[in-house]
T-cell receptor, first 113, second 114 residues
């Protein structure tokens, strides 16, 4: 069975603070993909990043960075110098050999000005 | 089409009525997924299609829920004898055979059962 846990239900920060969203996953597959999605107040889910299980290299894209550690089954997401526009619900997801994407419960991030 | 299209965008129905939700995936995408998002909750997997077949129906919450896909394209999610707990946003996503780039989600159908 596959499972994604996002222990942080809600996080509130002040603009320009750094924030890390945690994601821990469980799978018995050796090949799998991990994703992060953003759901702004408009409701539409926006794809942010995909990482396959064989690539543990961390990735940075602008103010966003992702830390994938297979040893701890974690795929954490950090936003540096947060902005009000980053306020959204963020979902971590796992895609494995059973061909469906399992999502975590989401973390609601509020960035206050 | 350019994106995943879902209709209607909003649906209000009376308890006990049947509803049909439609999803039109991106042209050429062979995989289609339905999820449900209740207010303030995460995404609950409902069903997945590869072509016209549904290898995984494990997420359908009850036998009142069914889905079909025809011609490898449009999918319809049907909820019979709706209950108030069915109120949620129903999201559809499509991808090519493997979601190397991730899914593309539609804007969802907000279903309210009164």
């Amino acid at each position: 069975a596959q499972k994604v846990t996002q222990a942080q239900t809600e996080i509130s920060v002040v603009e320009k603070e750094d924030v890390t969203l945690d994601c821990v996953y469980e799978t018995r597959d050796t090949t799998y993909y991990l994703f992060w999605y953003k759901q702004p107040p408009s409701g539409e889910l926006v794809f942010l990043i995909r990482r396959n299980s064989f690539d543990e290299q961390n990735e940075i894209s602008g103010r966003y960075s992702w830390n994938f550690q297979k040893s701890t089954s974690s795929f954490n997401f950090t936003i540096t110098a947060s902005q009000v526009v980053d306020s959204a619900v963020y979902f971590c997801a796992l895609f494995g050999l059973d061909n469906d994407m399992r999502f975590g419960a989401g973390t609601r991030l509020t960035v206050k000005p | 089409g350019a994106g995943v299209s879902q209709s209607p965008s909003n649906k209000v129905t009376e308890k006990g009525k049947d509803v049909e939700l439609r999803c039109d995936p991106i042209s050429g995408h062979t995989a289609l997924y339905w999820y449900r998002q209740s207010l303030g909750q995460g995404l609950e997997f409902l069903i997945y299609f590869q072509g016209n077949s549904a290898p995984d129906k494990s997420g359908l919450p009850s036998d009142r829920f069914s889905a079909e896909r025809t011609g490898g394209s449009v999918s319809t999610l049907t909820i019979q004898r709706t209950q108030q707990e069915d109120s949620a946003v129903y999201l559809c996503a499509s991808s090519s055979r493997q979601p190397w780039g991730g899914y593309t989600f539609g804007s969802g159908t907000r279903l309210t059962v009164v």
